[in-house]
């Protein structure tokens, strides 16, 4: 079975904090993302990483940066909080090709 | 960019049929996928379709319409556990983006 697994379930973060998501995948998955997730929204795409130490930019990448140093793992950066940031972050990975994205348990993030 | 339109909320009885429409207006198109999110649970992967045409797989059928710009799931023999959203999403010229609609909150009703 294929798992990605976030750091944290849920997270309440300061307005201005410097805060970390990560992501770990056990398939090696070339492919990586981060998604925020808001009622009625849908899920949208901030930053996505095909290779180790590479990554673009998704539909709503500003505020945000990721780093991805190890093949299994994929970071979400957020430089300095703010309220607007507060949602659902949901990570998945996916091999080459056709196929599915398979989805952490996500990450609630508050910010206050 | 991508457009893709599904109803907000759908209720059904168990038993009954449902059927999900999801239109998009996309600048490239690659293939659709429908994931199932349970509330407060990661999304996970129901069907993908690439060419015209249905595919079945048990109780759940997907059809899409490229011309048409149009794809449905079909959820048959309705149970309690299919309460749940159904996103729908379009994949881009390039292997690597999904956009998603805002998804489809199914309610089944005893």
């Known amino acids: 079975d294929v798992k990605v697994t976030q750091s944290s379930r849920y997270l309440v973060k300061r307005t201005g904090e410097k805060v970390f998501l990560e992501c770990v995948q056990d398939?090696?998955?070339?492919?990586m993302f981060w998604y925020r997730q808001d009622p009625g929204l849908g899920l949208r795409l901030i930053y996505f990483s095909y290779d180790v130490k590479m990554k673009e930019k998704g539909d709503i990448p500003e505020g945000y940066s990721v780093s991805r140093e190890k093949k299994e793992r994929f970071s979400l950066i957020l430089e300095s909080a703010s309220t607007n940031q507060t949602s659902m972050y949901l990570c998945?990975?996916?091999?080459?090709?056709?196929?599915?994205?398979?989805f952490g348990p996500g990450t609630r993030l508050t910010v206050t | 960019g991508q457009n893709i339109d599904q109803p907000t909320e759908m209720t059904a009885t168990e038993g009954a049929i449902v059927q999900i429409n999801c239109t998009y207006q996309t600048s490239g198109f690659n293939g659709l996928f429908w994931y199932q999110q349970h509330a407060g649970e990661a999304p996970t992967f129901l069907s993908y379709?690439?060419?015209?045409g249905l595919e079945e797989k048990g109780r759940f059928s997907s059809f899409l319409s490229r011309s048409k710009g149009y794809s449905y799931l079909l959820l048959k023999e309705l149970q309690m556990k299919d309460s749940a959203s159904y996103l729908c999403?379009?994949?881009?010229?390039?292997?690597?983006?999904?956009?998603f609609g805002a998804g489809t909150t199914v309610t089944v009703r005893a």
């Open positions: 398939m090696d998955h070339e492919n």
């Open positions: 998945a990975s996916k091999t080459g090709g056709p196929y599915e994205q398979y």
């Open positions: 999403a379009v994949r881009d010229l390039n292997d690597y983006k999904l956009s």
């Open positions: 379709n690439v060419l015209d």
